[in-house]
């Protein structure tokens, strides 16, 4: 019983720490870029764009491009991480999940720079000769490759919530005739909608603020993206490539703007996902 106290002691400091450094980060980038909120600049640097020749330092094209590469990347890593967690949950034998769960772990050990190699290398003359024009490093190759980084993640959080579900519900479906595919459709998913929610959030959040692949794929332009063709540049490449060396100049401080910005970004997207789990729990009871 001490035992468990001592742990419970343990587990609780963590998470007071963990809150107390999440906080002060937020804070750190307030006080640093709060000089832009009291000159009045902070929100006129979210709708402008950014050309420093005249003195004008929007992240606009940033939060686009931000957006833009994530959330496709989001859209096609999602069926195919939906089928990958299927076929491991669903596989016939239990070597060949094993075996198919062990590939997805070691796909989450890669580190982002061999992916962006391989996309530079491979992904991005297959898009350049695929579409006839341009250099190839475009919102679309920036994030079928982000797609591939996030959906080990989402994945073995599909799996895991599938593996849950209650064994009655898929023998009722079996006693019933039902097939795999209606088994997956109408009991696995319907009732493994907290961990795919879960997953959605991580993976969105890895997508949003991952570097390396934005850096080296999408092409880092700072001009407003009209299609997935086009290069964009998004907050964390921006954050890595702009270099000032005066630190109280505006064109610093827009580096914690953008640092403002992501967390705002993943701080909505986990309380919005938590207030429809709360909404949704309530409509079940």
Known sequence: MRFEHILEK????????SVFVTVFIF??????GFPLIEGGHFFRLLTQSWMPDRGIYGIYPMIIGTLSIASLALFF?????????ALICNADGGKLSWMLKKAVQLMTGVPTVVYGFV????LVPIIRELFNGGAGMCILSASLLLAI???????????????QVPKSYLYAVDALGG???QKL?????????????TGLVL???????????????????????HSVLDSARSLTSHIALVIAADFDSLEFRTLFACGIVLYVFTTLIVIVIRRVGVFSGHSVS
């Open 179 to 181: 097939s795999k595919a």
């Open 185 to 197: 459709l109408y009991v696995i998913i319907p009732s493994s909608w907290h961990g795919i929610l």
């Open 203 to 225: 993976s969105l959040g890895r997508a949003m603020g991952d570097t390396l692949i934005a850096l080296m794929i999408a092409g880092n332009a700072v001009a407003i993206p």
């Open 149 to 163: 980084l996030i959906s080990p993640t989402m994945i073995l959080f599909f799996a895991e919530s599938f593996a």
């Open 27 to 32: 804070g750190f980038m307030f006080f640093l």
């Open 119 to 122: 996309g530079i290398f491979l």
């Open 10 to 17: 343990i587990f609780l400091s963590a998470a007071i720490i």
């Open 77 to 85: 890593s999602f069926p195919l991480s939906i089928g990958c967690a």
